[in-house]
Nanobody
Framework: VQLQASGGGLVQPGGSLRLSCEAF????????IGWFRQAPGKEREGVSF???????YYKDSVKGRFTISRDNAKNTMYLQMNDLKSEDTAVYYC?????????????????????WGQGTQVTVSS
């Protein structure tokens, strides 16, 4: 599977962005998906995950502000980000795994994902 991410940009604190990630290859309903981010000088971290069997998970600092979703008809996954903060500034990556049903701990491990998008920059600044 190949992933194409888009939707990043510059936004003021408190603003919103929606990231998109289109999958080419296996249909999205057969994939576990995740969004990760990497800020300068920091390790890549998991932000939000969808196990593919109806369960979603979020990093504590984004709960209530970010929402992961998928549109299987468009083969596209999304990350809706509201009330953005300066600490959300990072390059965001989408990822997909052909194995469904990972638990929350496993979904945070980058090694389970077989496909990655190219990254899209999100900058939150006034």
């Amino acid at each position: 599977v190949q992933l194409q991410a888009s939707g990043g940009g510059l936004v003021q604190p408190g603003g919103s962005l929606r990231l998109s990630c289109e999958a080419f290859g296996p249909t999205l309903d057969k994939l576990a998906i995740g969004w990760f981010r990497q800020a300068p000088g920091k390790e890549r971290e998991g932000v939000s995950f969808d196990s593919g069997n109806g369960k979603t998970y979020y990093k504590d600092s984004v709960k209530g502000r970010f929402t992961i979703s998928r549109d299987n008809a468009k083969n596209t996954m999304y990350l809706q980000m509201n009330d953005l903060k300066s600490e959300d500034t990072a390059v965001y990556y989408c990822a997909a795994s052909t194995t469904l049903g990972w638990d929350e701990l496993a979904l945070k491990i980058t090694g389970i994902y077989s496909a990655w998008g190219q990254g899209t920059q999100v900058t939150v600044s006034s």
